[in-house]
């Protein structure tokens, strides 16, 4: 078997590896945006909830996180599927971490603008969706990528949970043919792979949405 | 007739009086001009006006509706009037069209290809209908005042107030909002604008109020307050604004 | 038996364990460190064919999972007939990729720095080597306090990782725990909330620091 064949096997499993980074990256997103917005509204005892929720979900270890959920949950009679239990934990970790990341990005928008589409007749909501939102999505592109790259990079913990993604893929077969070290250099270079194309794909995303003088150019 | 009349209008804030019963009235097509040092309570007072702080008590009459009554629709009440901001508060991701269609849009329900007729006739009113497509980053000061006001006119509001719209301006674009003004007088647009800019007020034509500490201390035309006024504190303001920034 | 007391009964084992996580990450804290250290250093290299390799170094890092690279050592490298302890194959792991993230962290810093202040150590002849080590070394560090505090507490969560590559970290023995005792829930919720204190005390250390270290203005 040469390099090229374990990297094409490897490759089959890249799909549910995507698959895992796409369903805790779009978690992540909702509720990162969740949070923002709901602390933007000011109201105090929901923040202090926004706050705990956040230090709670940055505290815990993704893989501990993902034991509760996985193996600790069918204990107290809740049994959540391999996929779901990888979104209630590398998932909402994410939305912790880009909540945080939204809340700065919010934070850069002109309150003079703000200010300017009350005084148009505007509504809480609709300032937030026409002005706050639109330019805090561009501010947000750095840390959101951070952030994708870093839930590609806990992916792999999907094999614990028995999803067939690259790393399952590869104990197998580095338990069939013994040549481990091949094997596991070209996982690497598979999630290599998989965070360039990523990281190309949101840049050319953010080309094709950017407002001259709102942004860096880079 | 009256579209505005504000009777013995207080506002405290942080238990500071900062408007001690201010009297007011403008009528329909007027311009009035509001001038005094900062910190009098200027753009406090616009900002009651359309509600964007919630003055403590007095009366504030526009066309015939008492806009102070908790009950008002204050949102109602804000698109009938539009507010021109000293440092222009174009939405930074939006482009000139953009900016004066989204209220047209999204608060009015237009259709885009209707509100991007009524966008373009106030941009060629305002000289920018060829920078449409620009962002406000790629404009000068000035025209992004011109498309402010283009923004606000748009809505078809029933007064223009102007929150110290030439103070974040050079001279010679200065000159240019002045203009526009001047222009929006002629069309019989009410405004009222508030300002320290010396220049702007005796350009402009239409009566001046001098607020100081809070309350209208004289009432007049231009030349009237501007040339050795009785009041010492007159006085010393216009000298001393004269030649802070006189842009000649 | 309570599940309190089957945890203090197994209480030896779990501190063995806690003792193990915090050694595991200290150690990488440290050499991940003075690895980045380096690894910034190489990017300041008049050749290019060092910065490039260097930076290749950095990207490739970032981009694949700090577990394949474990599984690389502890599971491939004994068919090469290298057998390595666990507690190795994590430090070295670990330590190569956080020092690729460290080594970004004081990149990033480096760009923010008035580089007139470096031009003018030059000009009075220090050496480069002497203007890394006395100038840019210092402030970047100070700049990058908050990212390099950051990647301790990320250091102290990821270690949990090494359970899988057979370490008895504190991880592994509660995960004995719930073995022997059918508790999954409990265990793990136990386990989350002792991170969740080691990483507060973390956070206040490092608020202490940043007060500290900070640059004022």
């Known amino acids: 078997m040469s390099f090229l064949d374990i990297l094409i096997l490897l490759a089959t499993g890249a799909g549910y590896t995507v698959l895992v980074t796409l369903l805790c990256s779009a978690t992540g997103m909702v509720v990162g945006l969740a949070i923002a917005m709901l602390s933007r509204l000011g109201w105090r005892p929901l923040d202090l909830l926004l706050t705990l929720f956040t230090y709670v979900f940055r505290g815990v270890p993704v893989l501990v996180l993902l034991f509760i959920v996985f193996f600790g949950l069918p204990g107290i009679g809740i049994s959540v599927p391999p996929l779901v239990s990888m979104m209630l934990s590398l998932g909402l970790i994410a939305g912790a971490y880009l909540g945080e990341v939204f809340r700065g990005a919010l934070a850069s928008v002109d309150p003079s603008e703000i200010l300017a589409a009350q005084a148009m007749g505007m509504t809480r909501l609709q300032t937030l969706l026409y002005i706050e939102l639109p330019q805090m999505l561009r501010f947000a592109v750095p840390g959101m990528i951070n952030e994708f790259t870093t839930v590609l990079k806990y992916s792999p913990f999907a094999y614990t949970v028995g999803i067939p993604e690259v790393m399952k893929q590869a104990m197998a077969l580095s338990a069939a043919t013994l040549r481990g070290v091949e094997i596991y250099f070209a996982v690497g270079l598979v999630y290599f792979a998989i965070y360039k194309l990523l990281v190309t794909l949101i840049w050319a995303l953010e080309r094709r949405y950017r407002v001259p003088g709102l942004t860096e150019e880079r | ?248 | ?217």
């Not at chain 2, 025209?143 to 006001?149: G, N």
Request: hydrophobic share 45%.
């Open chain 3, 1 to 217: 038996m309570t599940f309190l007391q089957q945890v203090v009964d197994f209480g030896p084992q779990i501190l063995a364990g806690l003792g193990n996580t915090l050694l595991l990450a200290t150690i990488v804290t440290l050499t991940g460190l003075v690895g980045g250290i380096g690894v910034f250093y190489l990017t300041l290299s008049q050749s290019r064919l060092c910065r490039r390799l260097t930076e290749s170094y950095i990207s490739f890092f970032i981009g694949t999972p700090l577990i394949v690279l474990l599984f690389l050592m502890y599971y491939g490298l004994p068919q090469w007939g290298l057998r390595l302890s666990p507690l190795a194959v994590a430090v070295i792991g670990f330590t190569m990729n956080v020092s690729a993230y460290n080594a970004r962290y004081l990149m990033t810093a480096y760009r923010g720095l008035d580089q007139d202040e470096l031009e003018a150590a030059r000009a009075q002849g220090f050496s480069a080597l002497q203007v890394f080590t006395l100038i840019t070394l210092p402030q970047v560090l100070r700049l990058s306090v908050p990212a390099l505090t950051n990647q301790a507490i990320l250091n102290l969560k990821d270690s949990s990782v090494a359970f899988l590559i057979q370490y008895t970290e504190f991880f592994a023995q509660i995960q004995d725990l719930a073995i022997r005792n059918f508790q999954f829930f409990k265990a793990y919720l136990l386990a989350g909330a002792v991170y969740l204190a080691m990483v507060s005390v973390v956070v206040v250390a490092a608020r202490w620091l940043e007060r500290r270290l900070v640059l004022p203005g």
């Open chain 2, 1 to 248: 007739m009256a579209l505005l009349t504000v009777r013995n209008l207080v506002m405290e804030y942080d238990g500071k009086a900062v408007l001690q019963g201010i009297d007011l009235d403008l009528d329909e097509g007027e311009l009035k001009v509001v001038m005094g040092p900062s910190g009098c309570g200027k753009s406090t007072l616009l900002r009651c006006l359309n509600r964007l702080a919630t003055p403590t008590s007095g009366q504030i009459i526009f066309r015939g509706e008492d806009i102070t009554r908790p009950d008002t629709d204050v949102r109602a009440l804000r698109q009938r009037i539009g507010f021109v901001f000293q440092n222009f508060a174009l939405y930074r991701h939006l482009t000139t069209l953009e900016n004066v269609t989204l209220g047209l849009r999204k608060l009015r329900g237009m259709p885009t290809n209707e509100a991007v007729e009524r966008a373009k006739h106030e941009l060629r009113r305002m000289n920018m209908v060829e920078h449409h497509h620009k962002y406000p980053a790629q404009l000068s000061g000035g025209q992004k005042q011109r498309v402010a006001i283009a923004r606000a006119l748009a809505m078809d509001p029933a007064v223009l107030f102007f929150d110290e719209p030439t103070s974040a301006l050079d001279p010679l674009m200065s000159r240019e909002i002045i203009n526009v003004i001047k222009q929006l007088r002629r069309d019989n647009v009410s405004m009222l604008c508030v300002t320290h800019d010396l220049f702007l007020a005796r350009s402009v034509g239409g009566r001046v109020l001098f607020l100081d500490q809070g309350v209208i201390r004289a009432e007049g035309e231009a030349a009237q307050l501007f040339d050795d006024h009785a009041d010492p504190r007159i006085r010393a303001f216009f000298s001393q604004e004269a030649r802070d920034d006189n842009p000649l």
